[in-house]
């Protein structure tokens, strides 16, 4: 089985490229997997096992075709997580992230039909539902994106249907909640406030942190991105949520207790532009369906979070330092 990972040298992708070449997924002892990547700020190739013959690593942009044409040819799958994804990035400037999220899935998608690929995952997010005030999103709600960074991934699930109803392309998109998890880039909530809390730093609240998301270990995100490739129906849409639901006040409550410091290290900010109040998955479908479950519980896999930062100092002290 040969699979290529579009952005296997991020957060998420080089999880699932080491479980794939570590067997964490039960199946597939005979794979190869390439893995493409821009190495842009948050893709490392230290986050991937280099030297295991299985892997081939290729420097390269999903906007390249060429490139495309010549590497997708002998892959049995695709897992596309690359992706422009922090949402004040793409407040400041929207272009690079309709770019790579919209045009970039379309090229790669035209080189996977060309090349015959039996499977695509297209890795999406629950962001491209917009907020919801209550109850939970199920795969028909209409996307109803706020941010630039939503509106170019709603875009790129536009590009997954048409490309499946009009070209019969057997691409199967995934939406999840917010992830959390070792080897995270700093920008995002998590990783950012553990580095600077262990730097002896402050921390930024947007507003009254009353927003709310749902949380999943990245563990479990790439546990169901297995089985949706696996036994995924073509053409449809997978939630995957972690069934954790916290405000942002929640969230960094429990961030501060097992950083050893208190709510004085907190900076009350202005809030985030068109900022989401609450995202909430109904994740019945991928329950009923594929048999997925979240198993990782959120205190545990929290803790184990912070204790990963606080030992791996090496991964982040200097990227910390010059985070604003």
Request: with cysteine.
């Amino acid at each position: 089985m040969r699979i290529l990972v579009t952005g296997g040298a991020g957060f998420i992708g080089s999880r699932y490229v080491r479980g794939l070449l570590d067997g964490d997924f039960g199946r597939y002892d005979d794979v190869e997997v390439t893995v493409l990547d821009k190495l842009t700020y948050a893709g490392r190739t230290m986050n991937l096992p280099m030297r295991d013959p299985r892997l081939t690593f290729v420097k390269g942009d999903v906007l390249d075709g060429a490139l495309l044409d010549a590497l997708l040819p002998g892959h049995d799958a695709v897992v596309h997580f690359a992706a422009e994804s922090h949402v004040d990035r793409s407040l400041r400037g929207a272009s690079e992230f309709v770019s790579t999220n919209v045009l970039g899935t379309q090229i790669l998608f035209e080189g996977c039909l060309n090349a015959r690929i039996e499977r695509v995952v297209h890795v999406s997010t629950d962001e491209v539902y917009g907020s919801i005030s209550e109850n939970s999103w199920t795969e028909e709600h209409p996307l109803l994106p706020n941010s630039p960074y939503a509106a170019s991934k709603a875009g790129s699930d536009m590009i997954a249907r048409a490309y499946h109803r009009s070209h019969g392309l057997p691409v199967v998109t995934t939406r999840c909640s917010n992830n959390y998890g070792p080897r995270q880039y700093i920008e995002k909530v998590v990783p950012l406030f553990v580095t600077r809390l262990l730097s002896g730093l402050r921390i930024p609240l947007y507003g009254d942190g009353e927003n709310v998301r749902e949380w999943l270990h990245v563990d479990d995100h790439c546990r169901a991105i297995q089985a949706v490739l696996d036994s995924g129906r073509p053409g449809e849409t997978y939630n995957i949520g972690g069934g954790v639901e916290l405000t942002n006040r929640d969230l960094t409550d429990r961030l501060l207790l097992l950083c050893d410091a208190d709510w004085s290290r907190v900076d009350r900010v202005a809030d985030r532009k068109g900022h989401d109040l609450r995202y909430s998955l109904d994740c019945g479908k991928i329950r009923d369906e594929l048999g997925f479950r979240p198993e990782v519980p959120f205190e545990r896999g929290l803790a184990e979070v912070v204790d990963w930062y606080r030992e791996n100092r090496w991964w982040w002290a200097e990227p910390a330092a010059t985070m604003p």
